[in-house]
């Protein structure tokens, strides 16, 4: 962790103040993330992978947050969603109601703390957790959907990679 906050203040990265070294899984590395923080009244989670995420967005989140209790920040589906099941449509979802959760993901320090709570049962259970809006459902939280920007996509491959790099050509 010294060294990614030495590469952070390299690049000029002022707002960095702590690394935490990350667990076998998402959730697991989350939760190191938050057993260092003793008090918060926001706890924004963000993926690194998502780097187009505007300044807008994120204060809209941390705003729905502060006011409700959770936020996620989300974009509209484009495409038509099929469900599967043995390799046969099952149905078609509304794609009306379907959002593509993205991050910042806010959330009230005490809800993310009792939703974490939950982490080794779920673990246990074999649920696949991919986000934590997940965790917090469990609790029957109500979680504000923010309105985000397609733009924010997850860098994962190459292709996502070109994609990025032609968005930042193109600016806003």
């Not at 060294?3 to 103040?17: E, H, I, R, T």
């Not at 997940?134 to 190459?158: C, D, F, H, P, Y």
Request: negative net charge; hydrophobic residues 45%; charged residues 25%.
């Amino acid at each position: 962790t010294a060294n990614f906050l030495s590469f952070a203040q390299d690049f000029g990265l002022k707002k960095v103040w702590r690394a935490v070294a990350g667990g076998a899984t998402r959730a697991q590395s989350v939760l190191r993330g938050l057993m260092t923080i003793s008090e918060a009244e926001i706890v924004a989670v963000h993926d690194g992978v998502r780097p187009l995420v505007t300044p807008d967005e994120i204060d809209a989140t941390v705003l729905a947050a502060r006011a409700n209790g959770a936020a996620i920040l989300t974009s509209s589906v484009a495409d038509t969603i099929k469900e599967i099941e043995n390799d046969r449509v099952m149905r078609t979802l509304l794609r009306a109601n379907l959002r593509r959760a993205l991050t910042p993901q806010c959330f009230r320090y005490d809800i993310l703390k009792r939703a974490y709570n939950q982490l080794n049962e779920v673990e246990s259970s074999g649920m696949e957790l991919t986000d934590d809006s997940m965790l917090v459902e469990r609790l029957g939280v109500e979680i504000v959907a923010i309105a985000g920007s397609a733009r924010n996509i997850k860098i994962t491959n190459a292709e996502d990679l070109a994609i990025a790099e032609v968005l930042l050509k193109l600016g806003s």
